[in-house]
């Protein structure tokens, strides 16, 4: 069974690990050409010992729009210092925008707010308060704030709230001792809490649901391949698929009703891709024929879903309607030597996906846009994999391999102008990062 995952994961993937650590630190080697000028005043107050925040929320607030490649916060070195709004001196400010907060004690809880002030208005854009808020809860506010300061300025929603899951693999190379731990953080890294931990018994392809609330993925019953469902808040979990032979790339339909799945019925390397009622769980329906299918990705309207087959010779991204009374599919991508692992954009506009010119180069991330197929790459990198789109659809995080060996976690932005490492330095490997889609 272990060798007939090996095989088909061999054609379709390309695993990249990285060393995993508390806080992901965010360089960002490209930005757009003229990133806007935000200054992020410390924020006043007491802030509690031990707190999440050592560094204040400010920094925190600085850190999200500075990862998102579009704004240039400001921390320090300010012409003026600032308690309120009617004290700015606009002549003493290069920058375009002031952030203006405060914390106030009361006595084991806190009460957080902030001012965004537009140097063109000369007015509030946005302004909001916190009550009531526990000192392990200062972070989450921070990136609300961020939120709203992003979306205030740039009008896009901000993703400072979302969540990454990923797998997290101690002595990955001696499968004797490998440890495989299911790892829930936010989306920079912080706050990692372990939904799973087993040895020797893998762990692969976590996939979110919409709501955030259930994590699917895959791994090994007494030696045999099976999906299951966990639940983020509690840890419940559910085999929901074990049949004979591959159970593979589960994926979860908008409504969160259906769960796609690769099944090989058998113990054979060909996969068919079957959906599945996750209120009974019993199979409904089966979209594929022939070769071997693999890596559903539902639409965001949840009538049409991507995947990968290899029945035109090599791997390739294809579209088939959910609700076609017989399989039937059309082929997206011709362009590439081979495409892999495709992910929807949320507005339903976009596929990105792994991407490989020819047999002799190696593979980056890309998008295709689907009223067009115009093919777009959006990284430079030899091993690129495992994209997973920001609920925003600004922004891809990826595998990003190195020659000789290693790997790093990196974001892209959906027009490529925005590159971002997230380097690590500790031991353990992390594999198939995926984004939350809840903000």
């Known amino acids: 069974m272990q060798k007939l995952f090996q095989a088909l994961t061999m054609i379709f993937l390309v695993v990249s690990t990285v060393a995993v650590q508390a806080r992901l630190t965010i360089n960002i080697t490209q930005g757009v050409s003229q990133q806007i000028p935000v200054a992020v005043m410390p924020f006043s107050g007491a802030y509690p010992k031990n707190t999440e925040v050592p560094d204040g929320i400010s920094y925190v607030i600085a850190d999200d729009l500075r990862n998102s490649g579009r704004l240039a916060p400001q921390t320090k070195d300010f ?19 002031i952030v203006i907060g405060e914390v106030q004690d009361n006595g084991g809880s806190y009460d957080i707010s902030y001012e965004l002030v537009s140097k063109l208005s000369n007015s509030v854009l946005s302004a909001r308060k916190f009550s ?52 829930v953080s936010d989306y920079d890294g912080f706050n990692p809490h372990v939904l799973l931990r087993q040895t020797k ?61 690769a099944l090989s019925q058998g113990y054979s390397e060909n996969t068919n891709i079957y959906l599945m009622n996750l209120n009974n769980n019993k199979l409904y329906k089966k979209l594929t024929l022939n070769g071997i299918n693999t890596a559903p990705a539902f639409s965001p309207s949840g009538k049409q879903l991507a995947f990968v087959s290899n029945r035109g010779g090599s791997p390739q991204i294809y579209i088939t309607d959910i609700n076609s009374k017989y399989p039937s599919s059309e082929r997206l991508t011709y362009g590439p030597n081979q495409a892999f692992d495709p992910q929807y954009t ?4 976009n596929i990105v996906f792994m991407y490989q010119k020819d047999g002799n180069s190696g593979t980056q991330i890309a998008k295709v846009d689907l009223a067009t197929q115009k093919i777009t ?20 995080i990826y595998s990003q391999g190195q020659v000789g060996g290693g790997a790093n976690l990196a974001m892209v932005s959906i027009d490529g102008k925005v590159q971002i490492t997230l380097p690590s330095n500790t031991v353990g490997a992390v594999q198939s990062p995926a984004w939350s889609q809840m903000i």
């Open 79 to 97: 012409r003026q210092k600032l308690n309120r709004v009617s004290e700015i001196n606009w002549s003493k400010w290069s920058a375009d925008y």
């Open 132 to 183: 009531n808020i526990k000192s392990n809860q200062l972070r989450s506010v921070a990136h609300t704030i961020s939120n709203f300061i992003y979306e205030a300025i740039t009008g896009s929603k901000g993703y400072f709230t979302s969540k990454l899951v990923y797998v997290d693999v101690e002595n990955p190379y001696d499968t004797k001792k490998a440890v495989y731990q299911l790892i």
């Open 201 to 261: 018994e893998p762990i692969m392809s976590p996939s979110w649901s919409k709501d955030g609330k259930t994590i699917a993925y895959v791994s090994y019953s007494r030696g045999n391949m099976a999906i299951y469902t966990i639940e983020v808040y509690t840890g419940q979990r559910k085999k929901v698929a074990s049949y004979q032979g591959i159970n593979s790339s589960p994926a979860f339909s908008p409504d969160g009703n259906t769960l796609a799945m």
């Open 346 to 349: 949320p507005n339903g506009q």
């Open 377 to 396: 790459v959006l990284t430079q990198g030899q091993m690129d994999s495992s994209p997973s789109v920001s609920p925003d659809g600004n922004m891809i």
